[in-house]
């Protein structure tokens, strides 16, 4: 995955990098909080399961309040796009990885350290004579 970002107007946080629409920045963060919440790593059946309460618009993103306008939110996102948009792309570029051997997928610091790889590779280009 490409990120193009510019510098005088970065987003306030790495979903608004990383990510073109608002609807995927909302979806990952729910993917990261829920993999949070499962002690930052979840097994193949509960990606699928959190994959699938997106597809069928179960996926709460705000809960019923106490005042009668803070209503439930709900969220309805494609499976398929889900994988292909959201999961891929963050494994891709190292926020989550995914252990073949016992089937999980876990958020992951590679992103951190690739970035630092990519800026000191920068500082060679530069000093290059």
């Known amino acids: 995955m490409v990120i193009l970002f510019d510098k005088n107007n970065l987003g306030e946080d790495i979903y608004s990098v990383v990510f073109a629409t608002e609807q995927q920045q909302l979806v990952a963060k729910m993917l990261i ?9 979840i097994g193949k059946t509960e990606m699928g399961l959190f994959a699938m309460a997106l597809h069928e618009g179960k996926a709460i993103v705000q809960e019923k309040g106490r005042s009668p306008l803070g209503k439930e939110q709900r969220l309805s996102y494609n499976k398929r796009q889900f994988y292909d948009r959201i999961l891929t792309p963050m494994r891709g570029m190292g926020l989550i990885e995914y252990d073949l051997y016992k089937k999980t997928y876990k958020i992951s610091d590679k992103f951190n350290k690739m970035m630092i790889k990519v800026g000191l590779m920068w500082l060679r280009e530069v000093d290059k004579k």
Do not use: S
């Open 33 to 41: 909080k829920y993999m949070k919440e499962n002690g930052r790593e």
